[in-house]
């Protein structure tokens, strides 16, 4: 297909605003498909920070990692990514290259679980403020359960919100899907 999908677009993003031996958080770990794709991007020489409430979301990354054996130093943190700068170390915050969330509920997990845009918010603000120059955050918005829809919103309002001196915001979405389809904001830090 010549048009991306929603993650394959998200994946692209990332990639090239990271790099090999860059900083990477993944914001909601979930299953780890984004977590292993950030651990490929900056390779043996980087870091990944993962983030997820669930315990069963975090074990399941440790196997995909291991499944796929790869190098990057990972490290996942069983809290919700509106902590994610505290438990970044000091040395990491102002250098992070991309941060991924995939916001939702856990796929085959608990679907009374999920993200909320009060939380989602303090983590995209917290986000601006470890993202290096040059960085993107990308957000995958799944809008089809309940509260899907107000999360996009508020990210939508939030992404509308930053000073374009500062950042540049992209909405990337499928207008003719008639199912819920994700909703992808991506935002990159300018240069100061």
């Known amino acids: 297909m010549v048009i991306p999908s929603i993650l394959e677009q998200a994946h692209a993003l990332a990639g090239r605003a990271v790099g090999e031996g860059g900083i990477a958080v993944d914001a909601t770990v979930g299953n780890g498909h984004d977590t292993a794709f950030l651990a490929r991007a900056v390779g043996a020489g980087g870091a990944v920070v993962g983030f997820d409430v669930q315990e069963e979301a975090l074990i399941e990354t440790r196997h995909r990692l291991e499944r796929e054996a790869l190098s990057a130093p990972v490290r996942l943190v069983h809290a919700g ?13 102002g250098r992070v290259g991309a941060i991924m969330f995939n916001l939702g509920y856990l796929p085959g ?29 990308t ?48 935002v990159e830090k300018r240069d100061a």
């Not at 608990?110 to 303090?122: G, I, K, L, M």
């Not at 986000?127 to 993107?136: D, K």
């Not at 001196?165 to 904001?185: H, I, K, M, T, V």
């Open 81 to 93: 990514h509106q902590t994610l700068a505290r438990h970044l170390e000091e040395t990491e915050r």
């Open 139 to 186: 957000v995958v918005a799944y809008t089809g359960h309940e509260g899907g829809d107000d999360e996009a919103e508020a990210v939508e309002a939030w992404a509308s919100a930053l000073p374009q001196a500062q950042f540049r915001a992209l909405s990337y979405r499928f207008p003719n899907w008639s199912n819920d389809p994700p909703r992808l904001f991506a």
């Open 109 to 137: 997990g608990d679907h009374s679980v999920a993200t909320r845009p009060e939380t989602t918010r303090q983590a995209l603000d917290a986000g601006t403020e470890v993202l290096r120059p040059g960085g993107v955050i």
